[in-house]
């Protein structure tokens, strides 16, 4: 059973625009969401995490949202860079074990 | 301290065959993780130890694989007899027991079974 679903599998957006990357999830139990950046032949990559006591968390340009409420967080991206090009992966766990259940992962392509 | 590191990178073997995966986590890191990625999908937990002990496997850990974490250093994943299926990019991941917020990946280990 997938805990964690990320609907949209490829998102292009314009160099300096926004990106905006979706997940939604069924486990209310989870504690930590995250999102990793993963570039090919290459691990993922931590990038920002979120409590579940929080609604928002900001580290430069990236923010994530959570709304516990639809089960649902977003990633925005701001200004969006070609060096963002990569596949973003949508994660959560508990707190008892800290195991993480990924999403299926959003290909971002920023176009100059 | 360079980070986890995986060994050996890719591996290609033939159907019926046992490879043997292996592990540097990050050190003092008590929490390693690993994880099966196929195709288009997400990562998804095989198995975690806390210092040597295993404390999880998950369904998808059939009885062909074996992880150990001797010493609660380096890791192993064994995987025996290989089929087509088990082809997949294999991750390890560790975490600091205090701080669990975050885990840091290895590069993966990419396993074709021919």
């Known amino acids: 059973d997938q805990q964690v679903k990320q609907n949209s599998p490829s998102l292009s957006v314009q160099e300096g625009r926004i990106s905006i990357l979706n997940c939604d999830y069924t486990?209310?139990?989870?504690?930590?969401f995250l999102w990793y950046k993963k570039y090919p032949a290459e691990g993922p990559t931590f990038l920002i995490s979120i409590s579940s006591i929080k609604d928002k968390n900001e580290d430069g340009r990236f923010t994530v949202f959570l709304n516990k409420s639809a089960k649902h967080l977003s990633l925005h991206i701001v200004p969006s860079q070609p060096g963002d090009s990569a596949v973003y992966f949508c994660a959560a766990y508990t707190s008892n074990d800290y195991k993480l259940s990924f999403g299926a992962g959003t290909t971002v392509t920023v176009r100059a | 301290d360079t980070g986890v590191s995986q060994d050996p990178r890719h591996k290609i073997t033939k159907r019926g065959q046992n490879v043997t995966f292996r592990c540097d986590p990050i050190s003092e890191h008590n929490r390693l993780y690993w994880y099966r990625q196929t195709l288009g999908q997400g990562p998804e937990f095989l198995t975690y130890f806390q210092n040597e002990a295993q404390l999880e496997k998950s369904r998808l850990l059939s009885d062909r694989f074996s992880a150990e974490r001797p010493k609660g250093s380096f890791s192993t994943l064994e995987i025996q007899r290989t089929e087509q299926g088990d082809s997949a990019m294999y991750l390890c991941?560790?975490?600091?027991?205090?701080?669990?917020?975050?885990?840091?990946f290895g590069p993966g280990t990419r396993l074709t079974v021919t």
């Open positions: 486990n209310s139990m989870f504690d930590y």
């Open positions: 991941a560790s975490t600091p027991n205090t701080i669990p917020l975050e885990q840091y």
